[in-house]
């Protein structure tokens, strides 16, 4: 078969939007025969690449995304597409993917917001699901990373800058997992930061309190 290759003279808009087409070809949909014109609208299914993610989510995580006329300057807008997700958990993860789009206001960055995405699943659902019953959590595991404790921890305001890595971000959602929710929460965040490599208690705090803020907005 003849190899894949961009079609000459794309804007970066329009290379962008194949190289997302591309990536998720399977699952990727949209009115448009052509990237050229916006607005656009396209519809994909992202299916996690962390095998530890613990919540049910059989089909993937369904998203619509709208690039609106004047992208980058105006950011993507990204609706959840899940009906097996309750509205409050759509709208609390679409508000995290605002947040996020609005980061990169400017740039052309749909690969990026679908990698962090990818990235972040688990702690997405974390954050969405901290306020939720127990009994209303689809989880594959018994539920043993809840963070509701997070706001009694004392966080001076000496926290890194320095961005987190793939490694660090999935060593957390780890231990989130792995230590146990009744601990003293001053306790417990010690012990999620032991198992962070390069990071603080308050770094980790503040990771979670960051997008933990941005669902609940």
Same mark, same amino acid.
């Given at each position: 078969?003849?190899?894949?290759?961009?079609? %000459?003279?794309?804007? %970066?808009?329009?290379?962008?939007?194949?190289?997302?087409?591309?990536?998720?070809?399977?699952?990727?949909?949209?009115?448009?025969?052509?990237?050229?014109?916006?607005?656009?609208?396209?519809?994909?299914?992202? #299916?996690?690449?962390?095998?530890?993610?613990?919540?049910?989510?059989?089909?993937?995580?369904?998203?619509?995304?709208?690039?609106?006329?004047?992208?980058?300057?105006?950011?993507?807008?990204?609706?959840?597409?899940?009906?097996?997700?309750?509205?409050?958990?759509?709208?609390?993860?679409?508000?995290?993917?605002?947040?996020?789009?609005?980061?990169?206001?400017?740039?052309?960055?749909?690969?990026?917001?679908?990698?962090?995405?990818?990235?972040?699943?688990?702690?997405?659902?974390?954050?969405?699901?901290?306020?939720?019953?127990?009994?209303n959590v689809p989880s594959k595991f018994e539920k043993g990373n809840s963070t509701s404790n997070v706001d009694t921890v004392s966080?001076?305001?000496?926290?890194?800058?320095?961005?987190?890595?793939?490694?660090?971000?999935?060593?957390?959602?780890?231990?989130?997992?792995?230590v146990p929710a009744d601990l003293d929460a001053q306790e417990r965040w010690t012990?999620?930061?032991?198992?962070?490599?390069?990071?603080?208690?308050?770094?980790?705090?503040?990771?979670?309190?960051?997008?933990?803020?941005? #669902?609940?907005?």
């Amino acid at each position: 078969p003849q190899a894949w290759k961009l079609p %000459e003279s794309c804007s %970066e808009i329009e290379k962008e939007l194949h190289l997302v087409n591309r990536r998720y070809e399977k699952t990727f949909k949209s009115a448009s025969e052509c990237f050229k014109i916006l607005p656009i609208e396209f519809e994909l299914t992202m #299916v996690t690449s962390d095998p530890d993610f613990s919540y049910e989510l059989p089909h993937g995580l369904g998203l619509k995304f709208l690039v609106p006329s004047d992208y980058p300057q105006t950011p993507c807008n990204i609706s959840v597409l899940n009906e097996d997700l309750t509205s409050t958990v759509r709208m609390r993860i679409q508000n995290a993917l605002k947040a996020k789009c609005q980061e990169y206001r400017g740039s052309v960055a749909l690969r990026s917001i679908l990698r962090w995405i990818d990235n972040n699943m688990q702690l997405i659902f974390d954050c969405v699901y901290s306020a939720q019953p127990t009994s209303n959590v689809p989880s594959k595991f018994e539920k043993g990373n809840s963070t509701s404790n997070v706001d009694t921890v004392s966080q001076s305001k000496q926290v890194s800058d320095t961005p987190w890595s793939p490694e660090q971000q999935k060593a957390l959602e780890q231990a989130l997992r792995s230590v146990p929710a009744d601990l003293d929460a001053q306790e417990r965040w010690t012990k999620i930061a032991e198992l962070v490599p390069g990071r603080t208690k308050k770094d980790c705090i503040a990771r979670f309190k960051e997008l933990r803020s941005a #669902v609940k907005a």
